[in-house]
């Protein structure tokens, strides 16, 4: 009985750092396997494979990204992450020739974990330290012709299916022959031959691909942004060969105590690796991407957003679930920008702002954003969400064959294949196009004559897609919102007026709006413009505006324009 529990026990514990890993990222950031997936382009075509195979750690990269297109379905992701960091895990432990701690062979695994809270941390990076992990465990034993072989095949193969990681073959090798060798100085000079060796095939490749040494020796893909190195992620590699090589005292309670040692360094460590305000970015842009707007305001609602991306996201979703006039001001405010935040050469906050002028029926401007996201990928890679947009915003246009050669790239794709050949059969079809429910509405907020126009008139920009169709709430909403935000109520009467003209629309803010503009002109209101409530509520602001605007009596005030307009909120 003791021996079969001891025989189950190791894979017991692998399978229960699966399911852990699985939860991990399944509940607490589902959001960061589709920012991973958004940002490539993996398609199923032997072009796009001959062309990232014929790089150093091309198999890794092609391997990575193939699984990294799952992550469109985060469940499926999360089992495929959770697999991936298992394997290496029990690589580690292979490689000790299972001599080492079982409990420690985790820790590679736990300190990669770390790692991959940095969102440019490639899944390159693991797959290729797996594939090296792969080739150290079948080198040979002994220092015969078999090793000077294998050692002279096996490191330019994992060169190039691993990129410069395979330089832990020799290391490894080196180690072995220090620590278990009997003739140490033959060991040692074929481990120093293996690492000049190593050295000499990379160099060789800079003269074989177009790629600088420098980028060659950190490697393509394992960072999305060229020669910058993880640390933590060299830490998981180095680990890995140190792991095998230590050899914990034989006692009875080595094992447990090294078990929950490692348990503990994990729910500690893991956590450190993931930036809270970074990841809440993250899932507002997924939240925007999925047009999930209630779950937006509820994230919202725990948590007052702060940032351009957070308020704008917001914003966006009282806009889309035409609350905006209403609730703007229970939320921070950061003025007009965090309506339609400046453009920035930012692959992450240009796509979320995209969609908000998306939304608002702007698509040509929507187009503009979708295409420089992609153009500031670091990395250079096509992604798979502007594609799509990009396919979208040609169809609205009529410029049928740009659409046509996106659309293309999706039909060579896993996940967006099927939406491409529904689409496809649009092209050219005016009737269906114009009866299509989105794009056909797209077409209707849409101006008719594209012309440019400066970030400092964006209020003029919504004023004149809410004139040309005034049934566009998100234009209407972001109009009377927009000079609210920059505290400048006599432009707010000006735009309140033409909207009513066209419309009828009083939301809350309005009518707060107004009965300031009034009391500053120290005027009522005409009978009947606002209730009696409204005017009550205004003097009673107005008194405990007189104590002073850091008055505690402000407080009860809080989520109105006045408050807004008092600067009372404005600790952040």
Not at 219 to 239: D, E, K, N, Q, T
Not at 326 to 333: E, T
Not at 412 to 424: L, P, V
Not at 500 to 516: D, N
Request: hydrophobic letters at 50%; proline letters at 5%; one cysteine or more.
């Amino acid at each position: 009985m003791k021996k079969s529990l001891n025989r189950l026990w190791p894979p017991l514990l692998t399978l229960a750092f699966g399911l852990a890993v699985f939860l991990f990222w399944r509940i607490r950031y589902p959001a960061a396997l589709a920012y991973q997936e958004q940002f490539q382009l993996f398609l199923l075509t032997g072009e796009y494979m001959r062309q990232t195979l014929s790089l150093p750690a091309g198999l890794s990269r092609w391997l990575a990204e193939f699984v990294v297109q799952f992550y469109n379905n985060v469940t499926f992701g999360a089992v495929l992450l959770a697999l991936l960091l298992m394997l290496l895990q029990r690589l580690t432990w292979r490689i000790s020739r299972e001599k080492a701690s079982y409990a420690l062979s985790f820790l590679p695994a736990i300190v990669m974990l770390f790692a991959l809270g940095d969102e440019n941390v490639m899944l390159t990076y693991v797959v290729a330290l797996i594939i090296v992990l792969l080739g150290i465990w079948l080198l040979p034993k002994g220092q015969g012709w078999k090793t000077w072989v294998y050692l002279l095949i096996a490191t330019p193969l994992l060169y190039w299916m691993a990129g410069p990681l395979a330089i832990f073959l020799p290391i490894y090798l080196l180690i072995r022959e220090v620590v278990d060798s009997k003739n140490k100085s033959k060991g040692i000079l074929m481990g120093i031959v293996g690492l000049i060796y190593m050295i000499a095939i990379v160099i060789l490749s800079s003269h074989i691909v177009n790629y600088p040494l420098d980028w060659l020796s950190m490697g393509i893909g394992y960072y999305r942004f060229p020669l910058v190195i993880s640390y933590a992620s060299v830490a998981a590699a180095v680990l890995a060969i140190v792991v095998a090589f230590v050899r914990l005292p034989q006692r009875k309670w080595t094992e447990l105590v090294a078990t929950i040692a490692v348990a503990v360094v994990a729910f500690l460590l893991i956590p450190q690796g993931f930036d809270a305000k970074k990841y809440d970015l993250i899932e507002y842009d997924y939240l925007v991407r999925t047009h999930k707007w209630d779950a937006i305001i509820a994230k919202s609602e725990r948590k007052q957003p702060d940032l351009p991306m957070s308020v704008c996201a917001t914003n966006l979703a009282l806009g889309m679930t035409n609350q905006l006039g209403d609730r703007a001001f229970h939320f921070y405010q950061r003025g007009s920008q965090g309506l339609l935040p400046p453009f920035e050469r930012n692959f992450a906050s240009t796509l979320l702002t995209g969609e908000a002028y998306w939304q608002l029926g702007l698509v040509n401007t929507a187009q503009r954003f979708a295409f420089e996201a992609m153009e500031a990928l670091p990395n250079y890679n096509k992604s798979c969400r502007v594609v799509k947009r990009l396919a979208e915003t040609n169809l609205i246009n009529g410029q049928y064959e740009v659409a046509r050669k996106y659309l293309e790239m999706l039909q060579h794709t896993t996940f967006y294949s099927r939406w491409a050949d529904r689409i496809m059969e649009l092209l050219g079809n005016e009737k269906a196009i114009n009866e299509h429910p989105l794009y056909g509405r797209m077409r209707q907020l849409q101006l008719k004559d594209d012309f440019l126009f400066s970030e400092r008139e964006m209020d003029k920009m919504i004023g004149q897609l809410f004139i040309h169709n005034p049934s566009n709430d998100m234009a209407k909403q972001y109009l009377l919102l927009y000079p609210l935000l920059d505290r400048d109520i006599n432009t707010f009467m000006q735009y309140f007026g033409a909207v009513q003209s066209k419309v009828s629309y009083f939301p809350t803010i309005a009518q707060e709006a107004v009965v300031f503009g009034y009391y500053k002109q120290r005027q009522q209101p005409p009978q009947g413009l606002v209730s009696d409530l409204m005017l009550q509520n205004m003097n009673r602001f107005s008194q405990a505006y007189a104590a002073g605007p850091k008055s505690p009596q402000l407080e009860a005030f809080r989520g109105t324009l006045w408050y807004y307009l008092s600067g009372a909120g404005e600790s952040k």
